[in-house]
């Protein structure tokens, strides 16, 4: 791996290593919502803070930004092309999370005894 590609992994990691922008993702594979709906959904996160994080994916292509045009205060958030690809990605966690949380099962146990 070059240095340019190493740069690119360690930021894409970075970014996605924080639990904020994995929920976000996962919020909002479904479709659009809007700012106060996903600050809900974060348990009444610190709007500074999302503010902060929902920028931060829009600049990196994962989300789309709209602002209704009839009410420039009504700002949508949607997973872009490319946050959709990560779907994938956030469903494997989530299930080495279901299969792992618990501790080794029994034939993981018994296979290494």
């Known amino acids: 791996m070059n240095p340019s590609e190493e740069h690119c992994q360690a930021e894409t990691l970075k970014l996605l290593g924080d639990y ?3 929920r976000i993702i996962d919020f909002l594979r479904d479709g659009e919502l809007r700012f106060t709906e996903l600050q809900r959904a974060l348990g009444d996160a610190n709007s500074v ?5 929902l920028k931060l994916l ?3 292509g994962i989300l789309d930004r709209r602002e209704a ?3 420039r205060q009504s700002v949508t958030y949607s997973l872009s092309n490319v946050g959709k690809g990560l779907l994938p990605v956030l469903r494997e966690i989530q299930n080495f999370t279901r299969r792992f949380h618990a501790g080794p099962s029994k034939t993981q146990t018994a296979s290494r005894g």
């Not at 803070?49 to 994080?53: G, Q, V």
């Open 20 to 22: 904020t922008t994995l």
């Open 49 to 53: 803070t999302l503010t902060k994080r």
């Open 58 to 60: 829009e600049a990196a």
């Open 69 to 71: 045009t009839f009410d």
